[in-house]
Each structure stands twice: as C-alpha cells, then as structure tokens.
C-alpha cells in the first residue's frame, strides 16, 4: 500500500513539475517569432494570391525558388536598413539567378507599408510596371515579407525564368 501511495505522490509531483516547467502559453513564444511566422504567412499567400492571378489570365503559376527567395529576403532587410524601398543592385541579384539558376529573363517588385498579402496585391496589380512581372513570362519565383522595427512591412518579389533544359519541358 505505501508502495502505490509513494507511486502515486511521485506521479503527482512529477506532473506538477512538469506543468510549472513547460508551458504552452503565448508568453513562450517570442514577439519576433510571432512576426516571423505573420510575415511567412503573408508570403504564402501572396503566392497564393499571384498563382492565382496568373491563372485566371491564362498564365501558369510560379514556383517557388530558394536562391530567388533569399536574394529577395536580402535585398528586403537592405530597404529596411535604408528605411526606402529601391530596386538598388537588382542588376547583381540578376545576374545571380542566371549564373546559379540558369534563369532566361528575371523581374523585380518591392513595396512597402501594406498590412496583408491582399493589400500588396492589390497595389502591385494596379501598377503597370508591377502587373507586368506578376504577368510575365516567368516559371519561378521568391517572396520575402519582413516587418522593420516601426511595424511597417516590406515586401520583395523576384522572378525568374529558367531556361527549358532546367525547367524539365
């Protein structure tokens, strides 16, 4: 009987231990990884967003590109730091995709200040300039979302079309 009840009361002190030690509360969970997951969802959903564009003009939809993704996260933080959105050495991120990507052609949007993927779109899509890549002859793209210290988003989309030998047609 003192077996079971000392069993018992060390279960208990256990699962007391564990529930002042190990928490599931939001206050685990850190601001910035709050935003970083809100700015990868944005990102999700602008893709989602551009597919769907591209789809309902004609166009095939675009697939994700992990160096195009990262030039795009780069050249984002870039902006923040200059707190100015810019297409400033866009030549080296291009020339980057057709050195490492075997890219064709590749096109270039940013923005800045929108509060959703919806609210980037809708802008980009009202710009010739911007429509014209989200329309483009293009078969990939990155997507970077970073929110700066003020809470003020900026957004990079690059594009790139890969030559048909790499693109499996």
């Not at 002042?20 to 206050?27: A, P």
């Not at 990262?70 to 100015?84: F, G, K, P, R, V």
């Amino acid at each position: 009987m003192k077996t079971i009840c000392l069993k018992n009361y060390a279960l208990l002190l256990c699962i007391t231990f564990m529930l002042f030690t190990v928490s599931c509360s939001k206050d685990d969970v850190s601001e910035d990884e709050i935003e970083q997951s809100e700015a990868i969802s944005i990102a999700e959903e602008i893709l989602q967003l551009v597919n769907a564009h591209r789809k309902s003009v004609g166009k095939d939809p675009l697939s994700f590109n992990t160096l195009a993704n990262d030039l795009a996260y780069q050249h984002t933080l870039y902006m923040i730091e200059q707190s100015d959105i810019s297409h400033d050495d866009f030549d080296l991120r291009s020339r980057e995709l057709i050195d490492e990507e075997n890219a064709s052609r590749t096109g270039e949007n940013v923005a800045y200040g929108q509060r959703s993927a919806k609210e980037v779109m809708d802008a980009w899509l009202n710009s010739s300039g911007h429509r014209k890549n989200i329309e483009g002859d293009f078969t990939h793209i990155g997507i970077a979302v970073i929110k700066n210290s003020s809470g003020t988003y900026y957004f990079t989309q690059l594009f790139l079309k890969k030559r048909l030998e790499d693109t499996g047609v």
